[in-house]
C-alpha cells in the first residue's frame, strides 16, 4: 500500500504565494510521474503541472506562476504558486505513479486526498 500526505494549503490573498507538498510512503520500489491536478467548484478535475524525469508541464493558466519539483530521496513532490489569482481557488490533489513490491514492474497511480487553495482578500 502507498500513502500520499499533502500539506501546505490554505487562504492566501491575491498575488500571494503558497507552497504544496506531496510526500509518498508505504511500498515504493521507485516513483515515476508525479504531478498535481485540481478541482475548483462546479468544475472538473484538470492537470495543473506533471514532472518525469527532468521533464515538466504546465497547463497554460498556470505557465510562469507555478513552478513544480521533486525530491526524489524524499519520494516527494512541490508545486510552488506564485502570483495567485482568485481563479487558481480549488482543491489540489496530487498524483504518484509508483512501482511497488509485486506489482510486476506496473506503474500505478496513487492519489492524495486535496488540500483546499482559496485565493481571496
Known amino acids: 500500500q502507498v500513502q500520499l500526505v499533502e500539506s501546505g494549503g490554505g487562504l492566501v490573498q491575491p498575488g500571494g504565494s503558497l507552497r504544496l507538498s506531496c510526500a509518498a510512503s508505504?511500498?515504493?520500489?521507485?516513483?515515476?510521474?508525479m504531478g498535481w491536478y485540481r478541482q475548483a467548484p462546479g468544475k472538473e478535475r484538470e492537470s495543473v503541472a506533471t514532472i518525469s524525469g527532468v521533464n515538466t508541464n504546465y497547463a497554460d493558466s498556470v505557465k510562469g506562476r507555478f513552478t513544480i519539483s521533486r525530491d526524489n530521496a524524499k519520494n516527494t513532490v512541490y508545486l510552488q504558486m506564485n502570483s495567485l489569482k482568485p481563479d487558481d481557488t480549488a482543491v489540489y490533489y496530487c498524483?504518484?505513479?509508483?512501482?511497488?513490491?509485486?506489482?510486476?514492474?506496473?506503474?500505478?497511480?496513487?492519489w492524495g486526498k486535496g488540500t483546499l487553495v482559496t485565493v481571496s482578500s
Open positions: 508505504g511500498n515504493i520500489l521507485s516513483v515515476n510521474g
Open positions: 498524483i504518484v505513479n509508483v512501482v511497488s513490491r509485486g506489482s510486476y514492474g506496473r506503474g500505478l497511480d496513487y
